[in-house]
């Protein structure tokens, strides 16, 4: 039997806690950090110094030998500089160990190298790392030794962000600002804080090592550019909650481990639909530390992978036919006197807070509908949006039977004279218990889902950090709250003036409400009919953010400015042409090197084939006809070839990036699917010794 794990011991043992800054810290300084942390400030540089000693000491005690300023900048992934705690050697030369609050509080990074859509220029390289007093440092165990890792943002030399993180701390102080106006309509004087809380659900993909590195695709892309369908996929459903392989259990159990030192609080793990799909869900937490624990989510998952000689695949899409992978964003905000407000209750019809909020998420959803699509947009998405498992791309709410039934008689009446409840569900086993249901079931097809206690964002891709999603959401709730607040506060009879805004949000607003089949034609029809907005690809949602709508709400709130919220609908559209570039040379050299040659050469052996059994007499009628259909694919695929290079070496040439994005989209996208579907009809009829990759189903299966 091995050896038992004792997870509480294990649990954030590599994070620097707050019970390890009350154990290391004096009493005052300890005091001081934690009113910074709770009610924002900074910290004088004599208790900075002392913090980043304590920081040292604890890091060093678990074989820590550098230090850096972990951030996320708009790469997508996280980035980091190393450098030693050493100091220059003594007059005995002696080494010593040293971190200063300087250290600790600011760092410096090149600018210049990092996404900016024109922010920066190459000759201009200053950026700034801060230290995020409200994320624990913690240690990373990797190759390198041990490094403790320092949650900050970034910004450049003239002080835009250039980061994930600083729009999101943003987002997350006006909620709490506009929030607690809203609580304290209701009488609550104790809150003094109001968080967005969130949970991430990460989907992921696994595949041999081996397998992996025969696929060129998988390695440049991260996802298959070519791929016929395994005999099976998911269509006997027999993959979803069943049991985990050893392979894959062995991994899931030391992924956990890793995460748990980490303090990330991994607490689900099944199988996805999917063959090889998987999902890890964590419990909730505040906002910008669910953002950082789940970048650290996805990179354990590669790590943890490599050491059990497979691979993580989080791209959206990694195999045509089947469910991609997503990231269900689990919203809620609660105040810090325990009040979440989006708990509607036992009687949610007569909770006037709750309905209020829900009026204004409604208005809030309804109006930036634009703006959370486009908080969830990137290439892989929209490969994956729409299809398998996945929301639509047209943004709508689902609030289950019960509240819409709420909504409903509000709006028809003004008043909500009761609530359906969950009815007994009789199993019909006299061992088994009877229990009281939901009140209403789930919709999977919903892009923006109540479930209970909070709001679930399904259409976040796999790949994507949280960060933007999560800003978005905390933006337009904020603005909506104002909004209700402004007027609330001037009522001269509040509650007549709170039930007249409730009504008023929720009939303006009932067509972002949708409860039936996403997935439909008719649901189309009927958003269109609707106004509701369906927009398509990444590069369609990008001008979303620098509407005039867009550009006073998050610079109402500080959140972006113009100049920002601009630079990053130019990295969208640089970040997609890239992309896609990547693609469609990874596709020219797959085939132009490996599949058409070995085709050729199959033709040349059933060619040989065929004179052979003519010459014996026969009339190798099925051979000539395999020869027939293989040699005009053949032909197909090399001259789809030509031109997918042909419109490869003209996108570089397209300067404004805006063009070019779109041409990638609309001509070069188009031409990689003229190439695949010839190469995968041939992946039917050549000999599986011949084909000179893995397949679906070794890729999917072999694991």
């Known amino acids: 039997m091995s050896e038992l794990l004792n997870v509480e011991e294990l649990f954030a043992s590599n994070v620097f806690t707050v019970a390890k800054m009350r154990e290391r810290l004096p009493k005052k300084v300890f005091q001081e950090v934690i009113r910074v942390m709770e009610h924002g400030g900074e910290l004088s540089m004599a208790t900075a110094d002392v913090v980043a000693k304590a920081m040292k000491d604890w890091a060093v005690e678990h074989g ?18 190393h450098d030693a ?24 990074s090149d600018a210049s190298s990092f996404p900016s859509g ?18 624990p ?69 696994l595949v041999d090592k ?28 027999d993959h979803y909650f069943g049991v985990i392989r050893e392979r894959v259990g062995a991994y899931m159990k030391d992924l956990n481990e890793e995460l748990w030192k980490l303090g990330v609080t991994a607490k689900t793990q099944h199988n996805e639909v999917a063959p090889a799909q998987h999902e890890l869900a964590p419990i909730y937490e505040t906002a910008n530390i669910a953002v950082d624990h789940n970048q650290l989510v996805m990179e354990a998952m590669k790590r943890v992978a490599v050491k059990h000689d497979m691979r993580c695949l989080l791209h959206e899409k990694p195999y045509e036919g089947v469910s991609g992978s997503g990231k269900h964003d689990n919203w809620s905000i609660t105040t810090d006197n325990g009040i979440n407000l989006l708990e509607p209750g036992e009687t949610p019809n007569e909770n006037i807070q709750f309905l209020l909020v829900l009026a204004c998420i409604m208005k809030a959803v309804d109006t930036h509908a634009d703006l959370l699509r486009q908080s969830a947009a990137d290439v892989g998405n929209d490969r994956r949006l729409g299809a398998s498992e996945a929301p639509p791309v047209i943004i709508s709410i689902f609030l289950g039977e019960q509240l819409e039934d709420v909504v409903k008689q509000l709006v028809e009446t003004g008043v909500a004279s009761s609530a359906k409840k969950g009815e007994k569900l009789a199993t019909g086993v006299s061992t088994l218990p009877d229990f009281v249901k939901d009140a209403t079931d789930r919709n999977r097809t919903s892009p923006f889902a109540f479930t209970g206690n909070k709001f679930e964002f399904r259409t976040v891709g796999s790949s994507d950090s949280i960060a933007s999603p999560n800003t978005t959401i905390n933006a337009i709730v904020a603005e909506a709250f ?24 929720m009939t303006e607003h009932q067509r972002i409400l949708f409860s039936g089949n996403g997935y439909s034609e008719e649901w189309y029809e009927e958003a269109k009919r609707r106004g509701l907005p369906n927009i398509q690809s990444t590069i369609e949602a990008a001008p979303t953010l620098t509407t005039e709508k867009a550009v006073k709400l998050f610079e109402k709130f500080g959140i972006f400015t113009k100049v920002e919220l601009e630079s990053r609908e130019e990295i969208i559209y640089e970040t997609y042409a890239k992309t896609i570039n990547i693609e469609a040379l990874t596709m020219i050299d797959m085939a132009g090197k490996d599949i058409i040659p070995a085709v050729a050469a199959y033709t040349g052996d059933l060619a040989n084939t065929v004179v052979t059994v003519k010459e014996a007499g026969a009339p190798a009628t099925a051979q000539t006809e395999l020869l027939i259909q293989v040699d005009s694919l053949l032909a197909e695929a090399k001259k789809a070839l030509t031109h997918l290079e042909e419109c490869t070496a003209q996108a570089t040439k397209i300067k404004n990036a805006k063009e070019r994005a779109f041409y990638y989209k609309d001509v070069v996208d188009v031409a990689m699917t003229a190439l695949r579907t010839p190469v995968d009809k041939l992946e039917m009829l050549v000999d599986s010794a011949v084909w000179p990759m893995p397949t679906y189903g070794d890729l999917m299966f072999e694991i």
């Not at 820590?64 to 500089?81: D, M, N, R, S, V």
């Open 137 to 205: 440092a913690f240690l990373k165990e990797s190759a390198c030794g041990v490094t403790l890792c320092i949650p900050t943002a970034f910004c450049s030399y003239t002080g835009e962000a250039l980061d994930k993180k600083t729009p999101l701390l943003r987002s997350m102080e006006a909620l709490n600002e506009q929030a607690l106006r809203i609580v304290r309509l209701f009488g609550n004087t104790e809150a003094t804080k109001v968080t967005a809380s969130v949970g991430a659900e990460q989907e992921y993909f």
């Open 85 to 108: 705690f050493v100091t220059h050697p003594d007059e005995e030369g002696k080494m010593l160990m040293d971190f200063s609050g300087k250290e600790l509080i600011k760092g410096e």
């Open 210 to 237: 081996d397998l992996f590195l025969q696929r060129k695709d998988l390695m440049f892309a991260g996802r298959t550019l070519f791929g016929a369908p395994a005999p099976k996929g998911q269509e006997m459903e």
């Open 482 to 505: 104002c909004e209700a607040a402004d007027r609330l506060e001037k009522a001269e009879d509040f509650d007549m003036a709170v039930h007249d805004l409730i009504k008023e949000y």
């Open 64 to 81: 820590a030998t550098h230090y850096t300023h972990w951030f996320q900048p708009l790469t997508g992934i996280t980035a980091e500089k």
């Open 118 to 135: 024109g922010l920066r220029a190459t000759f201009e390289a200053r950026g700034y790392t801060a230290w995020d007093i409200t994320s």
